[in-house]
């Protein structure tokens, strides 16, 4: 079993008798091997905290693949007090009206120690805390001056040196603050790219599950959606609250809302809220992420490579859209005039036009592409949900930005906002990718998406179509990079 590939779940113990006897007779012994005699909790401190302040007392199981193999490698304890800082009284009992947590025993098996599962561990413990245990506003826990930045690692800050003596060495008294834990994080994310300032920029909020569903969350959603200036935001929180881990599966809610409305099936806000909980180390590469939407579930899986140029490694995105039904069809001859005034391009630039549902598909030369300079009145009067561009990128001609590609793009969306504003659909993805599979004959095509706004942006990721499978499904493999982190003030 090796710890970096597992899964470590915490839960509360269940109310079976015998599961109860061994697992008590486990945690007693673990705590005799991590503590000193004189420092260490009884097995009737231990009986008293498991039964009397159960929601605190959790354990850690460590599996390779499933519950099935599970092996219980640590645990946490801590009991609640009206005190407002340690003393003996308050690490005695438990008042269960008290607003401070107080850490007793933090311990794992000797066996795996020095493999990063104690931090995760407390990480996931302290997370629980805040994000579930609503009257808990402060974590309180004292350390030895060995410890003291293995717990600054997790969280907590050092308050002061502790009047409590305990066995020979000194404790120091650390401080978690919960209220200040439970302000939403926000990133920015610059979508579909490897370089700063380039991609699409999208913000991510990471809620807990309780503040994703309060009531009036929608509106207060849409309200940091107007605020943020970018055109996504995307909203995370995880499906449950205890941060288990099956089978490598790893499960968040999604919703992305642009300034004026909720969208959906939003492919660079998929890619974006992977990339941040990656971040926050919420997920790790050898995991599968799943995001539950209103609508649908999008299925995520990371992949990394070796960058030489670079000298570092790059992680990759694979993202799993669900099948849907693309209504592809020809175009009139009214289409191409009205297009190719709208465009400010002649009808003979035009090698290909498809309706695509409320969508609208314009195949150019290469040339014309790379010169386009559209009439945006005109494209903010076509009725359509998505006009996309698309060329084919010239073999002797590699494409803007020197990264290659198969094809270019250019999206606007008249109904959503201003045709000034580039964007990227998702459906308007899988139409490309319908599109030119057959055209290029791959099963992979890379893009470079090309945006003219104030600050101009290219974006690359590549179409994949899985061999055997509908076409219609849609695969979609790109990057992005964390270009801000920080705190809001509000919560729902």
Excluded at 70 to 92: I, N, Q
Excluded at 147 to 155: E, P, R, S
Excluded at 219 to 233: L, P
Aim: aromatic share 6%; glycine share 4%.
């Amino acid at each position: 079993m090796t710890p970096s590939t597992s899964y470590l779940r915490l839960t509360r113990l269940n109310d079976d008798n015998k599961e109860k006897h061994d697992v008590l007779r486990r945690v007693v012994s673990l705590e005799a091997a991590s503590y000193p005699l004189e420092e260490g909790a009884t097995e009737s401190m231990l009986r008293f905290r498991l039964e009397n302040a159960h929601p605190f007392f959790l354990l850690a199981y460590l599996s390779p693949t499933s519950e099935n193999s599970e092996l219980l490698v640590g645990f946490v304890t801590g009991t609640l007090t009206t005190r407002t800082a340690l003393d003996e009284a308050s690490m005695t009992g438990h008042e269960p009206n008290g607003s401070v947590l107080c850490i007793h025993s933090v311990v794992i098996d000797p066996a795996f120690r020095r493999m990063g599962l104690g931090t995760r561990m407390v990480q996931q413990y302290t997370a629980t805390m805040w994000e579930s245990q609503v009257q808990v506003k402060r974590i309180l826990l004292l350390a030895k001056a060995p410890l003291i930045q293995f717990y600054v690692t997790c969280g907590f800050i050092v308050k002061s040196l502790s009047p409590i003596v305990h066995g020979q060495d000194p404790w120091f008294e650390l401080e978690l603050d919960c209220e200040a834990a439970r302000r939403p994080v926000i990133l920015q994310i610059d979508a579909f790219t490897s370089e700063a300032f380039h991609g699409i920029p999208v913000a991510v909020v990471l809620l807990s599950s309780t503040a994703y569903h309060k009531d009036g969350a929608s509106t207060w959603m849409q309200r940091v959606a107007m605020e943020t200036t970018v055109s996504d935001t995307a909203f995370v929180a995880p499906v449950n609250d205890s941060f288990k881990t099956k089978e490598g599966v790893v499960e968040y809610h999604l919703r992305s809302f642009t300034p004026g409305l909720e969208v959906e099936r939003n492919g660079h806000a998929t890619l974006s809220a992977a990339l941040a909980l990656l971040d926050l180390k919420r997920v790790t590469t050898s995991q599968t992420l799943c995001f539950h939407t209103s609508s649908n579930l999008l299925v995520c899986r990371f992949e990394t490579q070796r960058d030489t140029q670079r000298d570092t490694h790059r992680v990759l995105v694979m993202m799993n859209f669900p099948e849907v039904s693309l209504n592809i069809t020809d175009s009139t001859p009214s289409d191409w005039k009205h297009v190719a005034s709208a465009l400010n391009v002649s009808p003979s630039d035009i090698v290909d036009i498809k309706h695509v549902t409320t969508d609208l598909l314009v195949h150019v030369t290469p040339e014309t592409f790379v010169t386009l300079a559209p009439d945006l009145k005109q494209l903010d009067q076509l009725d359509l949900r998505c006009l996309t561009v698309t060329a084919n990128v010239p073999q002797d001609n590699p494409s803007s930005g020197g990264e290659g590609g198969d094809i270019y793009s250019r999206s606007f969306a008249p109904q959503a906002s201003k045709a000034t504003q580039d964007c990227t659909s998702t459906r308007a993805s899988q139409a490309l990718g319908s599109y030119w599979t057959s055209k290029l004959t791959k099963t992979r095509i890379k893009v470079q998406h090309v945006s003219s706004t104030i600050h101009p942006r290219s974006i690359t990721f590549a179409l994949l179509s899985p061999p055997g499978e509908s076409k219609q499904e849609m695969l979609i493999q790109a990057e992005g990079i964390v270009m801000r982190r920080g705190t809001l003030a509000s919560s729902p």
